[in-house]
């Protein structure tokens, strides 16, 4: 009977030992990935990597109308200041600020400063069917400022297409728009060009700086 309990003592000691080194693992994985390099909350979503271009419907982007948050006319024409712009076309309110789009733009927001080795800016498009949904905008700010910016603050314009002209001039209308990412010069030719098929068809960060870094060499 004396040899059992001892036996069995030690294999609950074993047991307890093993639980703690269980526990001390989870809390380690727990506060490595709160305090992890990036800033970007992990979604679960993953973007494709896209290495080429797909055939455009237009050719000089630069004569594109849009609007400003205060309902002021904007020419892309206006906004290039750097060699490149990258513009992304998000869905636009559809009911709701699509979940993928808020992953999409808040990407964009916490690696902005990736841009700048290949002169490039970025700007955001936000279509709606009428300028009464254009105080939706504020809905997709939000989302994008869920996580930690720099300075707190948006890096980059969001531009709104109320009535979807540009979309249609585009041809990517599909319950509002197809989300789109294009690359486009300092004299309105595209150079890059991606329309998703679905919500969640669309270029990862990377993809877009790698075409960037194609087109600077």
Request: with cysteine.
């Amino acid at each position: 009977m004396g040899t059992r309990f001892i036996t069995h003592n030690s294999g609950s000691q074993d047991s307890g030992c093993l639980m703690n080194k269980i526990r001390y693992v989870l809390i380690f994985m727990l506060l490595a990935g709160s305090v992890g390099c990036s800033d970007m909350p992990d979604d679960g979503i993953e973007f494709m990597d896209i290495s080429k271009s797909q055939p455009i419907t237009i050719e000089d982007f630069s004569m594109l109308t849009f609007s400003d948050p205060e309902g002021n006319e904007v020419k892309l024409a206006d906004i290039m200041t750097k060699d490149y712009l990258v513009l992304v076309i998000t869905r636009g309110w559809y009911g709701g600020v699509c979940f993928y789009c808020a992953s999409q733009t808040s990407r964009w927001a916490r690696r902005f400063d990736e841009l700048e080795p290949y002169n490039a800016q970025l700007a955001v498009i936000f279509p709606t069917e009428s300028a009464e949904e254009a105080v939706k905008i504020d809905e997709l700010e939000k989302r994008i400022k869920k996580g930690k910016i720099t300075n707190e603050e948006i890096p980059y314009p969001i531009l709104l297409d109320i009535n979807l002209s540009s979309v249609d001039q585009l041809g990517i209308r599909s319950d509002l728009a197809k989300p789109s990412t294009y690359i486009i010069d300092r004299e309105g030719r595209v150079r890059f060009a991606y329309v998703g098929e679905s919500i969640a068809d669309r270029p990862t960060v990377d993809s877009v700086l790698k075409q960037l870094a194609q087109l600077g060499g």
